[in-house]
């Protein structure tokens, strides 16, 4: 997933630089929330493995 939203973040980038705005915009706005997708996922089972791994050890 941060792999599509790497490329979109370019797609972004090259559309603008190209002058194609709404496709800029377009693209720029699927990179983030592709991101934030990531990172709420990331944060989520970086918790859950604390977590489990606690319960694990004890």
Do not use: Q
């Not at 559309?15 to 944060?43: E, N, P, S, Y």
């Amino acid at each position: 997933m941060l792999k599509l939203a790497l490329f979109f973040a370019i797609v972004a980038v090259i559309a603008a630089l190209l002058g194609f705005t709404g496709v800029a915009a377009g693209a720029a706005a699927i990179a983030k929330i592709l991101f934030f997708i990531f990172l709420v996922l990331c944060i989520a089972f970086l918790l859950l493995g604390v977590f489990v791994a606690k319960k694990i050890v004890d």
